[in-house]
């Protein structure tokens, strides 16, 4: 729920601003610990969130090849959101909405040429039989779902409940964390059994596209500014830019 979460739902939105599973965890311990408003913002929709799960960098999933900002022009690119259509509509591509659902069979009819799609999530949804290149450039990397509980009973404990669901919960946001390390790791190796090939993207292509996107940290501080929520928007902005620096 963007609208009414948009401090939660940017980290799961923004594109190319990670590249690494552990960065979503450190992000989020220390946004839901740093920046009052995910409080705030949780608390007036009635919940608090605890942790979130992870996923593997979505990476460029294709039926052909593609090395080059060029190659992307006019290729159909399933997206989501409003951040990831601009992303790649910057490399000249076309924006498609598609569910999960649609995947398989959107790349089969020719419904999209590519999609941002994590390895292990190839596997389970088999869109190794539909798309057999997948590129390493990181289109989108962070949080997905999250484990809520209710403002309410929440704020019934005591700190030092809440002290120890918190620690608690990172706990199990680690282990989610390393579970998916290894199914990434897995789902390669099956990957490549069933044919698929694996390209390294050029690092000076990578940084062409990333030139071409708009200023997204840029504009959800400005959004948020708008809301009146600009402090907590450039505290969330600058601690993303330490974990990704890290």
């Known amino acids: 729920f963007p609208a009414e979460l948009p401090f939660h739902a940017a980290p799961?939105?923004?594109?190319?601003?990670?590249s690494e599973v552990p960065q979503a965890t450190e992000l989020m311990e220390r946004l839901l610990q740093e920046v009052?408003?995910?409080?705030?913002?949780?608390?007036?929709?009635?919940?608090k969130a605890l942790f979130f799960h992870h996923l593997n960098p979505y990476l460029l999933v294709c039926?052909?090849?593609?090395?080059?900002?060029?190659?992307?022009?006019?290729r159909k690119v399933r997206t989501w959101g409003k951040d990831m259509p601009r992303m790649v509509e910057a490399a000249g591509g076309v924006a498609v909405t598609l569910g999960l659902a649609e995947l398989y069979e959107g790349l089969q009819k020719g419904t999209v040429d590519c999609i941002p799609f994590s390895v292990d999530l190839?596997?389970?949804?088999?869109?190794?039989?539909?798309?057999?290149?997948?590129?390493?450039?990181?289109?989108?990397?962070?949080?997905?779902?999250?484990?809520?509980?209710?403002?309410?009973?929440?704020?019934?404990?005591?700190?030092?409940?809440?002290?120890?669901?918190?620690?608690?919960?990172?706990?199990?946001?680690?282990?989610?964390?390393?579970?998916?390390?290894?199914?990434?790791?897995?789902?390669?190796?099956?990957?490549?059994?069933?044919g698929v090939q694996f390209h390294d993207f050029p690092a000076e292509e990578a940084a062409k596209w990333r030139a071409a996107n708009p200023d997204?940290?840029?504009?959800?501080?400005?959004?948020?500014?708008a809301l009146g929520r600009g402090e907590d928007a450039e505290k969330t902005i600058q601690i993303w830019r330490e974990v990704v620096a890290n």
């Open 216 to 225: 997204f940290f840029a504009d959800f501080i400005a959004d948020m500014t």
């Open 12 to 18: 799961n939105s923004i594109p190319m601003a990670m």
């Open 122 to 194: 190839m596997v389970s949804y088999k869109i190794y039989e539909v798309a057999k290149h997948v590129h390493y450039i990181t289109l989108w990397e962070g949080p997905t779902n999250a484990v809520w509980i209710s403002s309410n009973i929440w704020n019934g404990f005591t700190d030092e409940q809440r002290a120890i669901i918190t620690e608690l919960s990172f706990e199990a946001a680690r282990r989610d964390r390393d579970q998916v390390l290894a199914a990434g790791e897995e789902a390669i190796g099956i990957l490549k059994e069933n």
């Open 63 to 74: 039926k052909e090849p593609a090395m080059s900002v060029a190659d992307m022009n006019g």
């Open 36 to 47: 009052p408003e995910f409080d705030m913002e949780a608390q007036r929709n009635g919940m």
